[in-house]
Structure formats: C-alpha cells, structure tokens
C-alpha cells in the first residue's frame, strides 16, 4: 500500500507547477500514462498572454478573454487569472533563461488571434511549452517520485465520507497498484485524440475526465471543444500544430491561386477567434480547395519558428515556395471537471487543475496562449490551498480487486476518432449526433461492473467511448452555436436560452437499488 500526500496524475504544466510549489513541504507522487515530457504543455508552441506591454492592461486581456470565449466565461474567474498572470510570468522570468528577449534585455510580446494587444511572452522562439516544462522538470524536489508508463484507471473512494482517498492504477505488463492520498489530483489535460485530426500528444484521449465522471464528478460544457485552425495538411493527414503566432507575425490564410481567405469574415482577419477561422477553412476544405499559409512576409522564418519549420522539413515543405498546406484539428477542451477556482471538484478530496478542468476561464472558445497561464495559476493556487489545508488522516483499507468482467466489444481507436471527427467535428447537426449517439451506445461502457481485469488498451478505448458519449450528449442538447460549438441547424448564438448556460453530467450511485444512472441537469 502505498500512501503520500499529495498524488498527481498527469505530467504537463498545471502537475509540475504544482509539484514544484509543494515539493519541499509534502510528499508528492506524479503518477504518468507515458513520459513525462510526453504532454501537450511539452508541445505548446505559442506562448503565454500576459498583459505586460507599455500601452496594455489586464482589463484589456480580461475583455478579449470574454469576448473570445463569447460570453459563456464566469467573469470572476476571468479577472482573477488574468490580473495575476504579469506575476506568474515574472516568478517564471526570475528562475532563469526561460524566455525571449530583445538585446535590451525585455521581454519580447508577440500577437495571436483575437488579441488586441502583443502579449503573448514566447520561449525559443515556438518552443515555450518545452522551455518551461524543462524548467519545471529542474525544480523538482527529492520529495517527488515521478512513475511513468502507469495507466490510472478508478478512483477509489470512502463511501461513508464521499471522499477521493486514491486511485488504482494498471501497468503494461497488467500488474494493477493503488496509490493513496490525502488528496489526489487529476491534471491529464483534455481529449484531443477522440480526433482523426488533432495537435494533441498521443496519450491525451480523455482519461482523467472518464475517471473522474465514474467516480460520480460533475463534468460540464463538453460540447466546447477548439479546433486550432493550422495543422500541416498532407495527403489526408494532419502532421503536427502550426502555431497562431505564425499569423500574428503576419502569415495569411490563401488559396490556390492566392485569394485571402479572411477577408470581410471578421475584423480581425487571419487574427480572428480561433472557432472562427476554423470553421471558414472546413468550408473551403469541404468545397475542394486547399488552403494555404502564406509565410512570404515572414523575415527569417527558419529562426523565429524553428519547430515549425523542423516539422515541415521532415513532412518535405519547401519553406522557400512560401507556403505551408493547413487545416483545422481538434486542439483544447474549453470544458472538463467541473471545479471552482483553484481545482475543487464536488468530490472531497478530488481536484481538477489544467485543461482537466473547467473552472469558467475559457467559455466557449479559448483565447489563444490562455492556456499555459491557467495551468502556472491552478498549479500555485492550489499548492497553497494546500498546504494551509493539509487534509486529514483517513483510514484506508486496501479495495478488492475483481477479475469478472467477460469479454467486452469495443470499437478500434481509428474508429472512434473517426466517426468523432466526422459526426461531431467542426461543424455538427442533429442528424449526426443523434447517429453517433447510436453507435456509442451500442458498446454499452456505462454497463461495466468492474475494470480491473480489462488491459491498458481495452480501458483506453473504454474512456474514449465514455467521454465521446459525454461529447455528442452535451453537443446534441445545446441547440445553438456558440464558440467551439457550431451546429449547421442551429446556426446562430440564442442569448435568450443559452447566453452563460451550461449542460452538467453527473453519474449518480444508487447502490440500494443497485444500478448507476446519469443525471443531465442545465445550470445557469
């Protein structure tokens, strides 16, 4: 039995700002589904908005977040990040060579969509996530024990207290391991791989949300999720993430024969939010024309986007013929986890921090590079809720293990991601949903007495089903587009019926009656 203080599952920036924070006070355990390294923080190449320019103001990156995110945020939650994040940035600035800097020694601001002000602090160029996770990586104390390749598959709670105690967790050679913990903290990001078309490492699909939602959490807004509108496009394929800051550095979107794409969609052109330059290449994608990104404005392409142009050089693109092939992938989940500010679930003793969770800071649609600065904020915050609440001493007892469950049918990864990306992709209608309502259904995951004898690949398939159905559900009842929802029979926002309304699932334990049903509930 293996008991800390602190169990973190999960590995990118929200877990290891937490880690760091807490390490020389509590025993911490990161427990991780692959590498450490292997995270979409490890992959952001952007940055992180932070209004720290001369003529710029966090009332001015409050207002974009909102107008971003249209409307669906919680205001509060909005003011707090973004008023603290000129500090997390200097804290990160003052641990070491982390950032860019022009030879005056400031910091360099970039611009990304929907900003209206150059905010976005980048490292190496477009490689900030590694830079500050390997930042990360070299603060962590002799407190933290880091496990890699450990799938953690069931929460395990005290039912008398309604208390997350710890989690059980499975290795490749099948060998399961229980790990507890005054508090356990799921922070494995969000689900981009349930897509045929993502920016998303290859581990992240989904399981901290399944995990958390059969524990009887509530999850809410899943209909929200960001398509990031330049992936490198070959041959049917998306290769990798072309960061925004690409056309914040004045990149344009074009066809064929060079014809703006942008042009009288939005005011803010190639910059606009992210939902809607997505939408507008699906269209042209959909009408059998490619599209491009025009990088001939770009001075010194090569060394301002280094992993950009590695990406396309081992794809074979000839940077020099000006233009990369693009198209829109699955890229953040604006929902997850229901929690409040700082992680809380309604579960004691269970957390949410990072894209896990959904805490009323993106809305519909996330503002680029806003989502490095939630994890750094979720992760301090957190740490010292804390510490000033160390938890108290619970008796464990060593949950049985059951090896019943027969032979289950499951559909391929390929499959799902799929049906996912074209039945409840960028652009959704009833007909579809309710088809691929269908097709989920028939696997019946909800039906599953016990995980425990199923393989690492059976309970991934298992939590992508889980969070899929969680997806179409939430994507069918919301009729109205909103942000990273649009629904081509409901094309328009409804502020009378759904302006800052959002759809909660919750699966709620009747162990009298011996049978688990799940709740749908709108809450304003």
Not at 226 to 234: E, S
Not at 382 to 407: D, H
Not at 498 to 511: A, F, N, P, T, Y
Request: include cysteine.
């Amino acid at each position: 039995m293996m008991k800390d203080d602190v169990v973190i599952i999960g590995s990118g920036v929200a877990a290891l700002q937490l880690a760091v924070q807490l390490g020389n006070d509590m025993n911490v355990r990161i427990l991780t589904k692959s590498k450490i390294r292997t995270a979409n923080s490890y992959l952001a190449q952007g940055g992180i908005a932070a209004a720290i320019g001369t003529h710029d103001h966090p009332s001015k990156h409050l207002a974009d977040t909102l107008e971003a995110g249209r409307f669906h945020n919680n205001p509060d939650i909005v003011r707090e990040i973004v008023y603290e994040a000129p500090s997390l940035i200097e804290a990160i600035a003052r641990q070491g060579d982390v950032f860019d800097r022009n030879h005056q020694g400031e910091l360099l601001l970039g611009m990304e969509g929907a900003h209206s002000e150059h905010r976005i602090v980048h490292g190496g160029g477009d490689a900030t996530g590694k830079k500050v996770i390997e930042q990360l990586i070299s603060k962590l104390s002799d407190d933290v024990l880091v496990e890699e390749d450990v799938f953690a598959y069931e929460l395990v709670l005290n039912e008398q207290k309604n208390r997350c105690i710890g989690v059980k967790t499975k290795r490749p050679d099948g060998s399961v391991h229980i790990y507890f913990g005054k508090h356990i903290i799921i922070a494995t990001g969000g689900c981009g791989q349930l897509y045929s078309f993502t920016s998303n490492a290859s581990t992240v699909s989904g399981d901290g949300i399944a995990l958390a939602y059969l524990a009887g959490a509530e999850i809410i807004d899943m209909e929200f999720i960001q398509f990031h509108p330049t992936l490198l496009y070959l041959n049917g394929e998306t290769k990798g993430l072309v960061s925004e800051a690409v056309r914040g550095d004045g990149a344009i979107l074009v066809t064929d024969d060079g014809t703006p794409i942008m042009e009288g969609v939005h005011p803010y052109k190639d910059l606009a939010p992210r939902h809607v330059v997505s939408q507008t290449i699906y269209e042209y994608l959909k009408n059998g024309q490619n599209v491009y990104l025009d990088i001939s404005r770009i001075k010194d392409f090569q060394k301002r986007f280094p992993s950009i142009t590695a990406l396309c050089e081992q794809n074979g693109i000839d940077l020099f013929a000006g233009k990369i092939p693009v198209a829109p992938g699955s890229h953040f989940l604006m929902g997850g986890i229901k929690t409040d500010l700082i992680g809380r679930t309604s579960i004691d003793g269970l957390y949410a921090i990072g894209e896990a969770a959904c805490t009323g800071l993106h809305g519909a649609n996330r503002l680029a590079s806003n989502s490095l600065l939630e994890g750094l904020y979720q992760g301090k915050k957190l740490s010292e809720w804390i510490r000033a609440n160390q938890g108290e001493a619970t008796e464990l007892e060593q949950p049985k293990l059951l090896f019943t469950q027969k032979k289950i049918n499951l559909p391929t990864e390929q499959q799902i991601k799929d049906y996912m990306m074209e039945r409840v992709g960028i652009v959704r209608n009833e007909v579809d949903l309710r088809k691929q309502r269908k097709w989920l259904q028939q696997f019946k995951v909800h039906e599953l007495n016990e995980l425990d004898s199923c393989s690492v690949q059976d309970l991934t398939k298992i939590f992508m089903v889980l969070t899929a159905k969680l997806i179409t559900d939430s994507a069918l009842k919301r009729k109205e587009s909103r942000g990273g929802h649009f629904r081509s029979d409901y094309p328009h926002e409804d502020d009378t019926n759904w302006l800052r309304k959002s759809l909660i699932h919750k699966k709620k334990r009747e162990v009298k009656k011996n049978h688990e049903h799940t709740k749908t509930a709108l809450t304003t």
